[in-house]
């Protein structure tokens, strides 16, 4: 009788584990794919790109024009179009971050390399979504912060793994 029970919770629990993945709220994407919203041209140049500096470059490349539109369509007041620029931008970013947090061990020359490209790129674009978000109006800018938010931890966590091997700056998430 024993044995019922436990292979209907072994089962239970096989079914919700695979469903998982399933379970992420609306709009979520996973950190580790590319945004859907890009377009073709876009994205065939990040993955035709094999190794990983030049992987990051094309990512980085493609998130400067999608911030640069976004700027653009904001000062037009076009502000969806806008704010969907900039979810890119940050989508790619964190796209960025993941890629090169998954490179093998042995790979931690190129891995620290794109950590410093991906710090890089934000510091350079930091004007530049400053000013998308100042050019928001109220109800585009909290959902564009947030994002933004994400991006700014991205470039603190790489410069943290890059001069102190993670231990040089404390967040208030340790």
């Not at 996973?30 to 990983?52: A, C, V």
């Not at 992987?55 to 980085?60: F, N, P, R, T, V």
């Not at 964190?94 to 490209?117: E, F, S």
């Amino acid at each position: 009788m024993l044995w019922k029970e436990a292979f209907i919770l072994s089962l239970s629990i096989i079914a919700f584990d695979l469903q998982t993945p399933l379970l992420r709220t609306p709009g979520e994407r996973p950190s580790d794919s590319l945004p859907q919203e890009l377009t073709e041209t876009e994205t065939q140049t990040i993955m035709k790109e094999r190794s990983p500096k030049p992987h990051i470059g094309a990512a980085l490349k493609v998130s400067d024009a999608r911030i640069a539109s976004a700027l653009r369509l904001a000062r037009e007041s076009q502000y969806g179009p806008a704010a969907q620029g900039a979810d890119i931008y940050a989508a790619l970013i964190v796209y960025g971050d993941a890629y090169t947090r998954k490179l093998p061990a042995p790979q931690i020359k190129d891995r620290n390399t794109c950590l410093k490209m991906l710090e890089q790129a934000i510091f350079k674009q930091s004007h530049t979504v400053d000013a998308v978000l100042r050019e928001f109006p109220v109800d585009y800018r909290q959902a564009a912060e947030a994002k933004i938010d994400q991006v700014k931890r991205i470039r603190l966590r790489a410069i943290n793994d890059l001069l102190g091997d993670g231990r040089i700056i404390k967040t208030s998430e340790e």
